[in-house]
Every structure is written in C-alpha cells, then in structure tokens.
T-cell receptor, first 115, second 115 residues
C-alpha cells in the first residue's frame, strides 16, 4: 500500500507570504494528524482530524495556521502570513483507528524555510 | 501532564558494538511508550511499542527496549550496531487514557555509527 504522502518536500518562502502544505493519508485511514518540529525543539502535536472533523486542535500555535480536510481524504495546512519562527519540518501521519493497535504512519515531512 | 527526556542528544558507536539510547518519562497514568526512528529524508518509522504487557519489548532491526516503572525509564538497546542504524531516534509517550493519538516526543538522539 502507498504510504503517507506529503507535498512539497521542501518550501522556501519569504516572511509574510502564504504557504500551503498537503498531506495524503493512507487510503481508508480516518485519522489524520499534523506535527511539526521547529529548529532545535521537540516534535510537537498540532492537530488531529477524524474524517473531516477536527477532534483536537489544541496544538495549533496561533490563528495564522489553518488546517482543513474537506471530504475526509487529503488535508492541507496553510500558514498565512508566514513568520520566521514557522520554519521547521511539518509531519503528517495517519492511522486507521485511535487505539494502541492502530499505530501512526508518518510521511517524510515538508521542510519549510521562512526567510 | 506527561513528558519525555532523552538523555543524550548524540551517540557515537563503532560498528559491531552495542547501542544504548536512554529515555526517561513522566506520566500521571500508565503510559504507552514507543521508539521511532527517522533516517535522513525519510518519515518516522515505528521501531517498537510498550503497552503494559511484557516489560521487555522486541522491535524491528534487532532493537529492544525495557520498561522499568521504578526508574521511569524506557531505554533502547541493540547488541551490535550496523552502519544502517545511523539515524535519529525518538522516544515517545502516549497517555493511555487520552482520546486519540496525541503523542509527546523526546528531543531525539542522533546516532552516528563509525566503521
């Protein structure tokens, strides 16, 4: 089966611009997660979708970040306007369920650089 | 609240020698613990997980980890390092009573394997 796919793999934008990251989960996985790792810090949870609904968005840093999952398939994460501190690697993951026997499958990440 | 501390940010070993990656956790409840690995330009891959069954957990690629409640530790070991083990390793805790898969990551340990 195809794994979790993220696009683009790298993005370099200027401060104040807008960037949209995309994640395609494993087919049939209702649960989709966004995590990020900013430079020198731990990987942190951003939010969790169940199908098209946001189950937990407690990790979203501020209102410059908007995540959507229309139709419950792929998801986008938009940063508008981007700031320097948004630079880092954004990971997407998916799982079939929420129990311990439903491990998270991670994508390769999108490396975002804001200059 | 829960937290994870990886005691070494970098570990350097010679090929064929043992690897030890240290992890201590803090959790109010019985934790579920995981180790993930990230090879360069790849996604996070699950190595192994502890879910309150056997305290010694075997994972992929010859890795294993031992859960020690009295020491709040979950150290990762491998008896003989291979060049392909060069990667970054993450200790992760998931609060077993929480809904969903909101994971808390340690800071990561980067492993260098010398020939």
């Amino acid at each position: 089966e195809a794994g979790v796919t993220q696009f683009p793999s790298h993005s370099v934008i200027e401060k104040g611009q807008t960037v949209t990251l995309r994640c395609d989960p494993i087919s049939g996985h209702d649960n989709l997660y966004w995590y990020r790792r900013v430079m020198g810090k731990e990987i942190k949870f951003l939010l969790h979708f169940v199908k098209e609904s946001k189950q937990d968005e407690s990790g979203m840093p501020n209102n410059r970040f908007l995540a959507e999952r229309t139709g419950g398939t792929y998801s986008t994460l938009k940063v508008q306007p981007a700031e320097l501190e948004d630079s880092g690697v954004y990971f997407c993951a998916s799982s079939s369920g929420q129990g311990l026997n439903s491990p998270l499958h991670f994508g390769n990440g999108t490396r975002l650089t804001v200059t | 609240a829960q937290s994870v501390t990886q005691l070494d940010s970098h570990v350097s070993v010679s090929e064929g020698t043992p690897v030890l990656l240290r992890c201590n956790y803090s959790s109010s409840y019985s934790p579920s613990l995981f180790w993930y690995v990230q090879h360069p330009n790849k996604g996070l891959q699950l190595l192994l997980k502890y879910t309150s069954a056997a305290t010694l957990v075997k994972g992929i690629n010859g890795f294993e980890a031992e859960f020690k409640k009295s020491e709040t530790s979950f150290h990762l070991t491998k008896p003989s390092a291979h060049m392909s083990d060069a990667a970054e390793y993450f200790c992760v805790v998931r609060l077993i009573r929480a809904a969903g898969n909101k994971l808390t990551f340690g800071g990561g340990t980067r492993v260098l394997v010398k020939p």
